[in-house]
């Protein structure tokens, strides 16, 4: 079973960055595809950005040329590289851990753009 742990949240003004971390611990890190959600009060929680156990990225419109996700391996940890955050990004963001047979959650963090 892998548990995941998400850290690098918080309050930001606008035009600001934050990194996300999800470090992993217990499971085989490699063998699943990591993704970052988020969810806004009220809101559906969606897909914010992927990568894949090869390396493959891919990211929602609202946040392609702002946000990077990236992987080691080495350390069990994907990040997520926010840079000119607006005030729509704010959400509670979910770490997810994906295989065709199971799918692993971490508690969230709260990101907050707000001036």
């Known amino acids: 079973q892998v548990q995941l742990v998400e850290s690098g949240g918080g309050l930001v003004q606008p035009g600001g960055s934050l990194r996300l971390s999800c470090a992993a611990s217990?499971?085989?890190?490699?063998?699943?595809?990591m993704n970052w959600y988020r969810q806004a009060p009220g809101k559906e929680r969606d897909l914010v950005a992927s990568?894949?156990?090869?390396?493959?990225?891919n990211y929602a419109d609202s946040v392609k040329g702002r946000f990077t996700i990236s992987r080691d391996n080495a350390k069990n940890t994907v990040y997520l590289r926010m840079n000119s955050l607006k005030p729509e990004d704010t959400a509670i963001y979910y770490c997810n851990a994906h295989s065709q047979l199971q799918d692993y959650w971490g508690q969230g963090t709260q990101v907050s753009v707000s001036s």
């Open positions: 217990r499971g085989v890190f490699i063998m699943y595809d």
């Open positions: 990568i894949t156990r090869g390396g493959t990225t």
